[in-house]
T-cell receptor
Framework: DTGVSQDPRHKITKRGQNVTFRCDPI?????LYWYRQTLGQGPEFLTY????????KSRLLSDRFSAERPKGSFSTLEIQRTEQGDSAMYLC?????????????FGQGTRLTVV | GESVGLHLPTLSVQEGDNSIINCAYS??????FIWYKQESGKGPQFIID?????DKRQGQRVTVLLNKTVKHLSLQIAATQPGDSAVYFC????????????FGPGTSLSVIP
């Protein structure tokens, strides 16, 4: 257990439905990251927060995706009007400070299946 | 564009042997590299990192080698154990965006007891 928890662990939804995932980082970590991982591939960066500010978003994060971290603690990732191509593992990570050499701790992920 | 890739998608080694996992990167601007281990059902776990001003860095049973001339990175695991069985990812970042980590596609390491 890394201390980063994600909920739910698994989610099956019908195409067109909205889903929301939650990430609780390690409490003193000010940086929080979201990644998406498909089978056999490495995680792909989606976005990250420093405290409550969303500082960077990937081109992968279409208009249907939105992430929030309202109080600088937990974060939510919402996908609207889900598509089958959204099926993936969604990983959250947190770290204490910026810069190279700062270890990020990953949660176990939320596996989304869109049917 | 930016990409980080691996030469071998799968690797099987005998317990006790040394393992070498290779990685190629294409972005000359990358100056920080990380190896992650991902076990089934878990998120990636940091193993070891190296900055571009270094050629080699050693950890406990692991060594990372960086060859900037040919943009090549390798992870050496000494005396491989069954618990080392996992998928290994190399990843890169650059000074202008250390928080945006770009992962390669991964190598699956299987340790034969």
């Amino acid at each position: 257990d890394t201390g980063v928890s994600q909920d739910p662990r698994h989610k099956i939804t019908k195409r067109g439905q909205n889903v929301t995932f939650r990430c609780d980082p390690i409490s003193e970590h000010n940086r929080l990251y979201w990644y998406r991982q498909t089978l056999g591939q490495g995680p792909e960066f989606l976005t990250y927060f420093q405290n409550e500010a969303q500082l960077e978003k990937s081109r992968l994060l279409s208009d249907r995706f939105s992430a929030e971290r309202p109080k600088g603690s937990f974060s939510t990732l919402e996908i609207q009007r889900t598509e089958q191509g959204d099926s993936a593992m969604y990983l959250c990570a947190s770290s204490l400070s910026q810069g190279a050499g700062t270890e990020a701790f990953f949660g176990q992920g939320t596996r989304l299946t869109v049917v | 564009g930016e990409s980080v890739g691996l030469h071998l998608p799968t690797l099987s080694v005998q317990e006790g042997d040394n393992s070498i996992i290779n990685c190629a990167y294409s972005n000359s601007a990358s100056d920080y590299f990380i190896w992650y281990k991902q076990e089934s059902g878990k998120g990636p776990q940091f193993i070891i990192d190296i900055r571009s001003n270094m050629d080699k860095r050693q950890g406990q049973r692991v060594t990372v080698l960086l060859n900037k001339t040919v943009k090549h990175l390798s992870l050496q695991i000494a005396a491989t154990q069954p618990g080392d069985s996992a998928v290994y990812f190399c990843a890169e970042t650059k000074k202008t965006s250390y928080d945006k980590v770009i992962f390669g596609p991964g190598t699956s390491l299987s340790v034969i007891p």
